[in-house]
């Protein structure tokens, strides 16, 4: 049994497909299932069903994933262990980003991070909050910047910075002459939000639908916040926006932002681990790097 052996099990376990397992683990589908065939020879039980679509554990490889986790998280610390002690830092980050802080952060910190810790080998995953936490709990990824206090138990999070909401409106709207915005003021109809698995949409409507329970009449599943802006300058619709994404509004419709009037409404910005997650020195780097771009 080797570690190599269990890393591949548990690409498996966690992809639910052999081929995609390889290619995260960046080897030859026939490769990477000699090897679990021989760790089942090994142990002389069958741990994957294949006949399944995906792919899963049987009773047996349960037990061993639930295991193999463990040792491969021991492995890990032992190299972190020793990193540490030379001085360090070293290894794989494996990074999730939600799509509301993606774009507007990354370019901020990942040259000076990269260019400060070559040793460091940084993969970043633009998912949603739900697929972010699952993926974080089955050791798919090892952090993720996310809004704080969307993550279930087991996820350990470091709050990093406050994003407050602006209100973008458009210039054929009636608030588009006030200097600010006050909750009270949005009219649910005419506002227009990110589609249901953003967290960010929730976070809006829990402070705008205890003022008003009507709902919008413009429906778009949208994903992106550049799409909400553009349909918002065509019609008389509305959105509320991060600080992060107001930043990068163009000069000539700066004039659509307005304060929301009570400066608290916001949201923070945390980077998420596992609370048995041991590369610390690489998070704490992560961090460092994070927070000094957003002082400046």
Known sequence: MTIIQLEYLLAVANCGSF????QQCFVTQPSLSMQIKSLEEELGVI??????KPVIPTEAGEVVIRN???AVRSYDYVRESVAELKGEISGTLRLGVIPTVGPYLLHRFIPEFVARYPKVDL???EMDTAPIC???AHDALDAALLSSGTTPD????YELFGDRFHAYVSPRGELYERSNVRVEDIDMRRLILLSQEHCLRDQ???????HKKAHSRYNFECGSLETITRIVDCTDTMTILPEMAARFVPE?????LKPLAKGALSRKIALAVRRTYVKHSIISALREAILSCVKD
Do not use: N
């Open 19 to 22: 081929s995609l397992a390889a």
């Open 204 to 210: 809006i409507l829990e402070i705008c639908q205890s």
């Open 123 to 125: 993969e970043v995953h």
């Open 68 to 70: 193999a986790r463990e």
């Open 134 to 136: 699952d993926a974080l």
């Open 47 to 52: 741990l994957l069903d294949r006949t399944k």
């Open 252 to 256: 000539e419709r700066q004039g659509q």
């Open 154 to 157: 087991g996820i350990m999070e």
